[in-house]
Every structure is written in C-alpha cells, then in structure tokens.
C-alpha cells in the first residue's frame, strides 16, 4: 500500500502537486495491496512481448528494398502463420513458467525466506 493517505499528504512529501498520471495511479492504487500491485507486471510482460515486435512483423510482411538491405539473411521469409507460432510459444511459456516465478517470488522475498 501507499505510505500517504490521501492525495494532500502526498503532495506535501513532495513539495508539489501530483500530475494527472500520479493522480490517477494515487487514486487507483490507494487501497490496493502490494500482491496486487505487483501482480500488475504480469500485464507489462504481456504488452511488452506483444507490442515489441510488431515492428519487425510489419517489416517482415512489407518486404521492400529499404528493408531487405538490413536483413541478416534476405532470402529467409517468414509467414505469418510462422511468426503468430513463435509468438503463441512465447506467450505459453510467459504464462507457464514466468508468471508462476514471479508470484510465488514475491510472498517469500516478502516474508525475509531469501535475505542473504
């Protein structure tokens, strides 16, 4: 949870007004616990391995001279169909062994078990 209270107390630790974002994060998260918020990075992985390689998808797709010279191995293409497996792949093991990493870590470096 939030060491502030409320959204004057905040302001006041900082020695300035919250902007819209913190505002809004202030408003949402307040009453929330720190499992929960944790938990929302299993969001961020999943928009990180969905939108970073959109990019290269498009370029991929495109194929025109611009982009053909940067290729590695300009004559390998990739179908879509082959891409949309590596990425279902990717999302499986995401969902199988990171995510399950990830919340069962936070309880025990919580609780002390890993001080070293």
């Known amino acids: 949870m939030l060491p502030?209270?409320?959204?004057p107390e905040?302001?006041?630790s900082?020695?300035?007004n919250l902007t819209i974002v913190e505002t809004l994060w202030f408003n949402y998260s307040a009453t929330?616990?720190?499992y929960f918020l944790y938990c929302h990075n299993t969001i961020f992985l999943f928009m990180?391995?969905?939108m970073v390689p959109l990019p290269w998808v498009v370029m991929e797709l495109k194929r025109s001279k611009k982009?053909?010279?940067y290729k590695i191995q300009p004559k390998v293409k990739r179908s879509l169909s082959d891409m949309f497996n590596c990425y279902k792949k990717v999302i499986m093991?995401?969902?199988v062994a990171i995510v399950p990493l990830q919340l069962l870590s936070y309880p025990v470096?919580?609780?002390?078990?890993?001080?070293f």
Not at 4 to 7: A, E, R
Not at 109 to 115: F, N, R
């Open 4 to 7: 502030y209270l409320s959204i």
């Open 48 to 50: 990180f391995y969905t």
């Open 10 to 12: 905040a302001e006041l």
């Open 93 to 95: 093991v995401l969902f």
């Open 67 to 69: 982009t053909e010279q």
């Open 109 to 115: 470096i919580k609780v002390g078990l890993l001080h």
């Open 32 to 34: 929330k616990s720190d």
């Open 14 to 16: 900082l020695g300035r």
